[in-house]
């Protein structure tokens, strides 16, 4: 069994968007001997803001390295290598400085799944330092900033001293230690669809979208809240259809014409519109399929 510890960097990192200017992986044997180190540069800006103070690579190193595509096809080797354990400090966010990359490139997003250090050390000892230097120390384990892939190195050599310490396998310690730590990079690929889908919604509410001429043309739309959230799938396709032929949407139910319900009593948008008889209430599907002038009618008069 291999462990694999990897890391990622940004020069720039805000909100959606990242510009990700290195990819580092370790991979280590059953006996946590490292065969493998490496840490790839990628071409990205300048670092700004607050990432100025941390990325410690020179930065005119970054405008000379390869492009994001170039170097995709060695990432996405390291994640398809079999029985292997990986790991990494806060996999959530190399996962999602990835999966951006991936999105931004065109690229399938990668799969995997690994843990996360922090978390299978704080099951295993009451521990609640996040740094890795801070942890490093605590365990008397070597912490330079100048070395090569210092962080995925010392992810390893945390494995180890507790494996060591309690004459246990790699396997044995994520699985006793691994509850909840275990992160998987298609969840959080999905969060990113779905805060960029959350965005466009945003931008649909905005009214500053090109305005086309159709069938819904001057007619207010409202809908229920879960049509954001957890069915914004379903939002997107209603916003889409809605904008593209016309209509206008938005959040205030109290001012639409009509009402798209998502069928749920707790709607929070559906009660201000109880005693607005003018306010047509209908269902997605009744959007898509129903001949509009039998709830447009009294729109337009």
Not at 12 to 33: H, P, S, T
Not at 111 to 120: E, G, P
Not at 228 to 256: C, D, H, P, Q, W
Request: aromatic share 10%; with cysteine.
């Amino acid at each position: 069994m291999k462990l694999v510890a990897f890391d990622t960097g940004c020069s720039r990192d805000y909100n959606n968007f990242c510009e990700m200017c290195l990819f580092g992986f370790v991979i280590a044997n059953e006996n946590f001997e490292i065969e493998t180190s490496e840490c790839i540069l990628i071409k990205a800006n300048k670092p700004t803001g607050r990432l100025r103070n941390v990325v410690k690579v020179d930065s005119k190193k970054l405008s000379m390295a390869p492009d994001y595509r170039a170097v995709r096809k060695i990432i996405s080797q390291i994640f398809g290598l079999k029985d292997a354990v990986f790991i990494a400090h806060s996999p959530e966010n190399n996962f999602r400085h990835l999966c951006i990359m991936d999105r931004i490139h065109s690229f399938s997003p990668v799969k995997c799944k690994a843990y996360d250090i922090l978390t299978l050390l704080r099951n295993y000892a009451n521990i609640h330092l996040y740094s890795l230097s801070g942890i490093a120390s605590i365990l008397g384990i070597k912490f330079d900033y100048s070395e090569s892939n210092h962080r995925a190195k010392t992810c390893v050599r945390i494995v180890e001293y507790v494996c060591k310490e309690e004459r246990i396998s790699l396997e044995r310690f994520v699985e006793v230690c691994g509850r909840g730590a275990l992160v998987d990079s298609e969840i959080i690929n999905h969060k990113i669809l779905t805060a960029f889908k959350q965005k466009r919604l945003d931008l649909f509410y905005s009214n500053k979208m090109v305005v086309k001429n159709g069938k819904f043309n001057n007619v207010k739309f409202a809908m229920s809240e879960s049509f954001e959230n957890e069915n914004i799938e379903l939002g997107f396709r209603i916003g889409e259809y809605v904008i593209g032929n016309g209509g206008i949407m938005t959040k205030r139910s109290s001012e639409a014409d009509v009402f798209i319900w998502d069928g749920s009593s707790t709607s929070k948008r559906l009660g201000p519109i109880y005693f607005m008889d003018h306010i047509k209430v209908i269902r997605p599907s009744e959007l898509f399929t129903t001949d509009v002038s039998v709830f447009l009618l009294d729109c337009n008069q």
